[in-house]
């Protein structure tokens, strides 16, 4: 039911938006040489003189770096383009942490409890917390949690739009998301460097640090609740260890970021394209960053992100957008548009907002002309 009658003008805008939607994205210009110096740009093993060299990796691609100094200590292929499979969920992350109330409830919807690959486990029948999706996020590597908080975000599209801008923000250049999950998706990547760029300002959000860094938790169910647990097993077995996340699919092989603090120095580590078997590597490779830390010279650095752009201006005199969470969809609206393909959505969302255009402009047009007999 109509609470309120929005104007022709108003409507007419927010209709031509309808049936295509376009999220505005802040434009950002990606440099012309390797973000963070000249040797980032290197395919092969980049490290300090006067120092040991890292221990050996299986990992096509990684960085080692300082994350208080901002400085990177060691680096193989930084910038090389990957498919980034769960470590994208950092994004994701990262994202949407700043854009969902922790507070809000979701119940998620049938496309999300039934996603492929790793899930938390998520019902339809039952109502979940923001946070506790973002416990299963990042914690339980959900896919299943990772749609749920797309589609509260206000959809799949609207949630790549934000993620992409938030690594342009970042300066992750060689970022680009397609899926919530890190599922993997022709033209997605990341690469090593902005994995550790993406940890680096997530650990400065205390509700991504205690989401990383939380090893069991109490998750709900439709009857009672049961425990997740981090799937980073660092955080059991290395000293200092504060999370961040792992990641595998057959295409991507194993990827993984991790960061560990001692000496009030944080030391972050990620890698990419691994066959498996990482968590001594990285073990390893962090104790090398910490072993060389304010000894030898960086070679390169861990750059800050750009300054907040100001978000597209909304066209004039369109209405404000109404959120609705999936939690508020009448089941059998969400029943049919879990079966609806993209062509019906788009068909269905062109005839119901013509229908509705139509209908408005009528009443409007009678207004008019009973107002006019009026005066007559």
Known sequence: MWTKIVPIAAFLASASLTSGTAYATPTYAAPSTPVGGEAMGSRGLVSPAGVKKPPKSQATSYVIADVTAGQVLAAKDAHGKYLP???????????????LDKDLKVR????????????????????????DLFKALMMSSGNDAAMA?????????????????????????DTVAKTPSGLDKPGQSSSAYDLALIARAGLANKDFFRYISTKTAKFPAP???????????????YEGMVGVKNGWTTKA???????????????????????????DEVAELLDWGFSVRGKAAPVGTLVDPLPEAQAAPQQAGSA?????????????LDT????????????????????LLFGL????????????????
């Open 149 to 173: 908080l797309a589609e509260t975000n206000g959809g799949v599209a609207k949630t790549m739009s934000d993620m992409n801008a938030e690594a342009k923000r970042l300066q992750a250049y």
């Open 223 to 237: 009857k009672g609740h049961y425990e997740i647990s981090n799937h980073n097993k660092l955080l059991w077995r």
């Open 85 to 99: 499979a769960s470590t994208l969920k950092t994004l994701t992350a990262l994202t949407l942490i700043q854009k």
């Open 361 to 376: 402009i009528w009443l409007w047009y009678g207004i008019r002309r009973k107002r006019g007999k009026s005066r007559l």
């Open 320 to 332: 404000p957008a109404t959120k609705v969470t999936p939690a508020a969809q009448p089941p059998m």
């Open 253 to 279: 092989q194993a990827s993984f970021v991790g960061a560990a603090t001692r000496g009030g120095h944080t030391i972050v580590v990620s890698i990419m394209r691994h066959q498996g078997g990482f968590w």
């Open 108 to 131: 998620p919807s049938k496309n999300a409890c039934n996603q492929e690959g790793s899930a938390v486990g998520l019902s339809p029948k039952a109502t979940y917390k923001v946070d």
């Open 336 to 355: 049919a548009a879990s079966a609806q393909s993209g062509y019906t959505r788009t068909v269905g969302s062109v005839v119901i907002g013509g229908g």
